[in-house]
């Protein structure tokens, strides 16, 4: 099923570049979520991820004439910014606020999700998650991206690759270490015996 | 297999990626794991931190940007536009006046110089041609101007007004009595100014009396 012309995202682009204010609310409804949710996974801070959205739109905003329809969709631009947002923000931040107080605001969670569980079940994926949250944010960025993107955002290699703006066997490479990594900090967090090869 | 081969294919979420991978390797993968109790371990604790991501990924599903960043972004458009917008109007009005102002230069010079050209053409029919239409005779500035018997059939202009070319203008027959030719800042003889007389106006486009004569 295609869209109809005058909701293609290049076309409400190219109408909010003139002053049209819905055409940019759409827009901006129909992407903030993809790219929230990569930016709090990358940065473990909703706080951190939403200042990365709000920037990559008001880049939008003020640069709309670099959008070029010719490199691919408005989605797949607006998610090199974000990237290139996160990026700078952990270079910004090393290790900054890389994991999250618990329950530090409504932004972060699923809770109508996590509710359907019983107590005992809630407290063990929260435990779960919160260390695997914790692994994750310490994984240095370029791993983090890969396990981000592949683990979690759950994208083929290919697509992957193509918003990471590298070769497939650079993310095959990147995910493997990440995963080397991920495993190690883990085990660590456990207090299990750690395999030499996976924290090499 | 190698245990750096396992590592790097064994992982494999077993969905999507497994699936990637020929049968062949699948199946010398699993073999290897079955030998090799490190990299089972391996296996079993990517397992596990599978599931932790899995719980991870699950808490953030439905993440979405707080409502508060759409109404900053939303309030940032509008100003922007609207500074936009105000700005093209300031721009547009700009524009505008100055041609406005250039017209009207123009124009101002154009009439400047017709009114210039209309006087040196009147002066010259003044002065070399008996008109016999209306003339207008200068007042003379030295002496005080006086409606007088022998002027009559020229107009004698009024006060303040000056020689201009008459086809603009209109004549117009009133009754009066003499007397109030002094409000048109003429000398009248004071024994006479209740009698009746009629006069011609000449009344300018602009609607004011610039010259007045006695009919014959």
Known sequence: MSIPEQDRDDVLLRRAAKGDQESFTLLYRRHQAALYRFALRMTGNSWAAEEVVQDVFMTLMREPKKYDLARGPVGAYLFGITRNRVMKHLERLPRELSLEEPNGNGARTNEAAVNRFTPVHWAEQQERSERVRAAVSELPAEFREAVVLCELEELSYEEAAQLSGCPIGTIRSRLHRGRALLLAKLEILRDAPRRVSAAR | ???????????????????????????????????????????????????????????????????????????????????????????????????????????????????????????????????????????????????????????????????????????VRVGMQRGALSALGLAVNEERVSDWIQVDLLVGPDGLPKAVRLPQ
């Not at chain 2, 102002?101 to 209309?118: D, E, I, K, M, Y």
């Open chain 2, 1 to 171: 297999m190698k245990c750096e081969e396992f590592e790097s294919i064994g992982l494999e979420r077993n969905g999507v990626r497994m699936s990637e991978l020929d049968a062949a390797l699948r199946q010398s993968a699993a073999e290897h794991a079955a030998r090799c109790p490190g990299c089972a371990a391996l296996q079993e604790s990517w397992q596990e931190a599978r599931i932790a991501l899995q719980a991870l990924r699950e808490t953030t599903r439905d993440a979405e940007t707080p409502q508060r960043v759409e109404m900053r972004l939303l309030h940032e458009f509008g100003m922007r536009h609207r500074t936009r917008k105000a700005r093209s109007a300031a721009i547009f009005a700009a524009w505008a006046l100055a041609t406005a102002a250039v017209l009207f230069a123009g124009v101002s010079w154009r009439n400047w110089r017709l009114t210039q050209a209309h006087g040196n053409v009147s002066a010259e029919n003044v002065v070399k041609t008996d008109a016999p239409a209306p003339s207008v005779t200068p007042a003379d500035t030295s002496e005080e101007p006086t409606l007088i018997a022998d002027n009559e059939g020229e107009f004698t202009l009024l006060p303040g007004s000056l020689p201009q070319e008459t086809d603009d203008s209109a004549i």
